[in-house]
C-alpha cells in the first residue's frame, strides 16, 4: 500500500505524476489502471483537488456522450489536471455542452466538409513534395520534424484557417507555448491571450479574408449572430493550436513507430494498399498524450462501472487506456495491421468528437505514402534510445527525427 492508500478507503487517490515516458512507452500508471478494470481517484500536478479516472472502454463512451457529464461547469473550476493552465477559451467549442454545443459546432464544422478536404489534399500533397525535395537537396542525415513534421501540419492548418503566410510563425510560437506544460501558467496563458487577439484582430477584417476560409465562415456566422465574437475566437485558437500540434506530434510518432518496427515498414512498402488500416492502427498503437485532458463535472449522481460519482465531481476519460483495453482489442500492446475491426477512441468520442480527424488522417496518409515512395531505404540516424521526446508535454512527441536513406 501507498501512503494515499487505506484499508478503509475503497477509491484512494492516487498521485498521478506524469513524468516524462521514453519513447512510445506506454504510461506505467495507466496500464495499472487498465488491469484495474474499474474507476479509480487521482490527483494531477495542477488544479485542486482530485478526479475520477475512467479507462475501461465502455466506461470511456459512456462518460464523454451522457449528457450528464458536463464541459461547461468545469469552466471557472480548478479541476485537477497536468497542465498548469486552462487551454481552450472559456466560450471555446470545448467546453460547451449541447445545446450551445450543437450550435457551435455547426459553425466550426462549415470548413471541415468533405469539399474542403478535396481542396486541401493536393496542396497538402504539393507542399509535402516541396518539403521532402528540400529534404533531399540537403541531403543525409535530417530532422524530419524541422523539414516536415513541424511545417506541414502548420501550413494545411493555416491554409483552412486562412491566416496568411507572414503570420505563421507567430502561430507556430505560440501554439508551442500554449499547448505545453512546460513553460508555466503565465506564459502560456499570455500565448493564448496573444492568439485570441490576433484572431479577433483577423475576424473583425473579413473584408480581407478569403470566403473559403473557416476565419472567413466564422467571421460570416458572427455578422449573422449566430455566434459571438468571443465565442468564434475560442473555435479559432483551439482549431489553429490543436490542428497543427496534434498532427505534428501525432504523425512524428507514427514515424517513429514505423522506423522502430522494420516489418511492419516493409510490409507497407510491399502493400501499399495497406495504408489506410496502418494508420488506424497506428492511431490507436500511439499514446497520443500525457495523462488526461479536459475533465467533466457530473452534474446529478451518476454509476459508471459499479460505482457512484456524485453530483459536482470531476472526471476525466482517458482514451489512451480505452484503446488498450483487452474487452475490445485482442493483444493491445501490440502494432497489427491486420486488427480488424479497430474501434479506437484516439479521436474522442460523443459531441466533442475530434472534428478534425478526417483532415488528420489526410494528413498522415500524405506523410507516410511520400516518406515510402521517396525513401525506399529510409531509417532513424542515431540509435532508438536517441531520439529525444518534447519534455512536460501534454501531446507526446519527437523533438527532433534525425533519419538518413
Ligand atoms: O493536451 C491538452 C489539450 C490539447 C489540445 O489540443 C487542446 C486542449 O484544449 C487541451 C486541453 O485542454 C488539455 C490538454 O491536456
Ligand atoms: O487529449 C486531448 C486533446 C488532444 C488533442 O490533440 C486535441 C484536443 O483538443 C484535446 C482535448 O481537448 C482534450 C484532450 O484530452
Request: proline content about 8%; overall charge negative; hydrophobic content about 40%.
Amino acid at each position: 500500500m501507498t501512503a494515499t492508500e487505506s484499508a478503509a478507503e475503497p477509491h484512494p487517490v492516487r498521485f498521478w505524476a506524469a513524468a516524462d515516458l521514453p519513447g512510445l512507452a506506454f504510461d506505467p500508471f495507466m496500464a495499472e489502471r487498465v488491469g484495474e478494470r474499474t474507476i479509480s481517484r487521482v490527483r494531477l500536478p495542477h488544479g485542486e483537488g482530485h478526479a475520477w479516472l475512467v479507462t475501461r472502454y465502455e466506461d470511456v463512451k459512456f462518460v464523454t456522450s451522457d449528457p450528464r457529464f458536463s464541459r461547461q461547469r468545469v469552466v471557472g473550476r480548478s479541476v485537477t489536471r497536468l497542465a498548469p493552465h486552462v487551454i481552450p477559451l472559456d466560450d471555446a467549442v470545448g467546453f460547451a455542452d449541447p445545446p450551445e454545443h450543437t450550435r457551435l459546432r455547426k459553425a466550426a464544422a462549415r470548413s471541415f466538409t468533405p469539399r474542403v478536404l478535396d481542396r486541401l489534399r493536393p496542396r497538402a500533397q504539393r507542399t509535402a513534395d516541396r518539403l521532402l525535395d528540400a529534404m533531399e537537396e540537403q541531403g543525409p542525415p535530417a530532422d524530419l520534424m524541422t523539414h516536415l513534421h513541424d511545417p506541414l501540419p502548420l501550413a494545411v492548418i493555416s491554409d483552412l484557417m486562412g491566416v496568411p503566410e507572414t503570420d505563421r510563425p507567430r502561430m507556430a510560437q505560440w501554439t508551442t507555448v500554449l499547448l505545453s506544460a512546460a513553460y508555466g501558467r503565465e506564459v502560456s496563458e499570455r500565448a493564448k491571450t496573444e492568439m485570441a487577439a490576433y484572431f479577433t484582430d483577423l475576424l473583425t477584417r473579413h473584408g480581407e479574408l478569403p470566403g473559403d476560409s473557416l476565419a472567413g465562415e466564422l467571421a460570416e456566422s458572427v455578422t449573422a449572430g449566430v455566434v459571438s465574437l468571443d465565442e468564434a475566437v475560442g473555435i479559432a485558437v483551439l482549431v489553429q493550436a490543436s490542428g497543427a500540434h496534434a498532427v505534428r506530434n501525432n504523425s512524428g510518432n507514427m514515424v517513429y513507430a514505423l522506423l522502430t518496427h522494420p516489418h511492419h515498414l516493409a510490409r507497407l512498402r510491399a502493400e501499399p494498399t495497406l495504408l489506410p488500416q496502418a494508420v488506424e492502427e497506428l492511431l490507436r498503437f500511439v499514446p497520443h498524450r500525457n495523462a488526461v485532458g479536459i475533465a467533466r463535472i457530473a452534474t446529478e449522481d451518476v454509476e459508471v462501472g459499479g460505482v457512484t460519482i456524485r453530483a459536482g465531481e470531476a472526471v476525466h476519460a482517458s482514451y489512451l487506456s480505452a484503446n488498450r483495453d483487452p474487452a475490445v482489442f485482442d493483444h493491445p500492446d501490440e502494432l497489427d495491421f491486420d486488427r480488424g475491426p479497430n474501434p479506437h477512441l484516439s479521436f474522442g468520442h460523443g459531441p466533442h468528437f475530434c472534428l478534425g480527424s478526417n483532415l488528420a488522417r489526410m494528413e498522415s496518409e500524405i506523410i507516410l505514402s511520400s516518406l515510402i515512395t521517396r525513401f525506399p531505404r529510409l531509417r532513424l540516424a542515431v540509435p532508438e534510445e536517441q531520439v529525444t521526446w518534447q519534455r512536460s508535454a501534454l501531446i507526446r512527441g519527437p523533438e527532433t527525427l534525425p533519419v538518413t536513406w
